[in-house]
T-cell receptor, first 112, second 110 residues
Framework: DGGITQSPKYLFRKEGQNVTLSCEQNLNHDAMYWYRQDPGQGLRLIYYSQIVNDFQKGDIAEGYSVSREKKESFPLTVTSAQKNPTAFYLC???????????FGQGTRLTVV | RKEVEQDPGPFNVPEGATVAFNCTYSNSASQSFFWYRQDCRKEPKLLMSVYSSGNEDGRFTAQLNRASQYISLLIRDSKLSDSATYLCVVNIGGYSTLTFGKGTMLLVSP
């Protein structure tokens, strides 16, 4: 069953800790994206990758890092430098032919 | 000017009503257009792509007006299950990043 899997669904982080959010897809899509959504707000782009071993900063990359060592995987690390990390994080991948994007179920990160 | 603008609503309609949402975009080079549906605390899900000739999927009709740079979504015979936030999404082409509107909330009541 093809799709995008994000884990965990809920994540709690202590101040000063780094945490890594997982995103895996088996859709054979080249492009993958990380977005952040705050309550009542639209989606904001954190990072994106169009090909393995390459990625670009989005609009709000500060305090985040990514890697793209495999086509299927695009993990996001929320570092201690991110001052307000509590949010809903969404990973997406895009089909080249249609440019339609498909999302994982999201990870809800809370700083405690 | 915001890149993709939508009326945030909420649009409150009774079951069976017809409701229409509009969305305007600022980049005239935009090539692909979509409507996504997002339920509360869930991920966005693709509702339909929007083609230049317009397209229909059951009770949903999407239209694109390139000259005026707006996209519309018409929902006929609204159901309670249509209650959600509808996101307008624009892509300037290829793997270029998608630009999301903030969404329009629809509430369908019995």
């Amino acid at each position: 069953d093809g799709g995008i899997t994000q884990s965990p669904k809920y994540l709690f982080r202590k101040e000063g800790q780094n945490v890594t959010l997982s995103c895996e897809q088996n859709l054979n899509h080249d492009a993958m994206y990380w977005y952040r959504q705050d309550p009542g707000q639209g989606l904001r782009l954190i990072y994106y990758s169009q090909i393995v071993n390459d990625f670009q900063k989005g609009d709000i990359a500060e305090g985040y890092s990514v890697s793209r060592e495999k086509k299927e995987s695009f993990p996001l690390t929320v570092t201690s430098a991110q001052k307000n990390p509590t949010a809903f994080y969404l990973c997406a991948s895009m089909a080249a032919a249609t440019t339609e994007a498909f999302f994982g179920q999201g990870t809800r990160l809370t700083v405690v | 000017r915001k890149e993709v603008e939508q009326d945030p609503g909420p649009f409150n309609v009774p079951e069976g009503a017809t409701v229409a949402f509009n969305c305007t975009y600022s980049n005239s080079a935009s090539q692909s257009f979509f409507w996504y549906r997002q339920d509360c605390r869930k991920e966005p899900k693709l509702l339909m792509s929007v083609y230049s000739s317009g397209n229909e999927d059951g009770r949903f009709t999407a239209q694109l007006n390139r000259a005026s740079q707006y996209i519309s979504l018409l929902i006929r015979d609204s159901k309670l299950s249509d209650s959600a936030t509808y996101l307008c999404v624009v892509n300037i082409g290829g793997y270029s990043t998608l630009t999301f509107g903030k969404g329009t909330m629809l509430l369908v009541s019995p």
